[in-house]
């Protein structure tokens, strides 16, 4: 046993070690800056939620979608999809639209 732990002590290591052992501390450094980064957003979002909960009257009550400050956006759009005025805008856009492919069209073709 001491013959083999000799020979093993008197080895040389493989080529590049030193490199690989850099390149791994470096790697480990990075997830643990990132690591770090993470626990402060963690941290940041649980006061946050705390004093959202402090701000509640009744916690029971809400729902998640009540948190969200966007909560019925969607129907204004439709309603507004609906409108008169949605209908005009969008086809005087198509048309455009389609002035600009018949001009650019018009370049394209005089170019070959």
Same mark, same amino acid.
């Given at each position: 046993?001491?013959?083999?732990?000799?020979?093993?002590?008197?080895?040389?290591?493989?080529?590049?070690?030193?490199?690989?052992?850099?390149?791994?501390?470096?790697?480990?450094?990075?997830?643990?800056?990132?690591?770090?980064?993470?626990?402060?957003?963690?941290?940041?979002?649980?006061?946050?939620?705390?004093?959202?909960?402090?701000?509640?009257?009744?916690?029971?009550?809400?729902?998640?979608?009540?948190?969200?400050?966007?909560?019925?956006?969607?129907?204004?759009?439709?309603? &507004?999809?609906?409108?008169?005025? &949605?209908?005009?805008?969008?086809?005087?856009?198509?048309?455009?639209?389609?002035?600009?492919?018949?001009?650019?069209?018009?370049?394209?073709?005089?170019?070959?």
């Amino acid at each position: 046993l001491r013959r083999v732990c000799g020979s093993v002590g008197n080895e040389k290591p493989p080529n590049n070690f030193g490199a690989v052992v850099a390149a791994n501390s470096e790697k480990k450094m990075k997830i643990l800056e990132q690591m770090k980064t993470i626990r402060t957003l963690f941290n940041r979002l649980k006061k946050i939620c705390d004093k959202l909960d402090e701000v509640a009257e009744d916690p029971e009550d809400r729902t998640l979608e009540s948190w969200i400050p966007m909560k019925g956006v969607e129907n204004e759009f439709q309603n &507004y999809k609906d409108s008169d005025a &949605y209908r005009a805008a969008n086809e005087e856009r198509r048309e455009l639209l389609e002035v600009n492919k018949i001009e650019v069209f018009a370049e394209c073709s005089s170019l070959w």
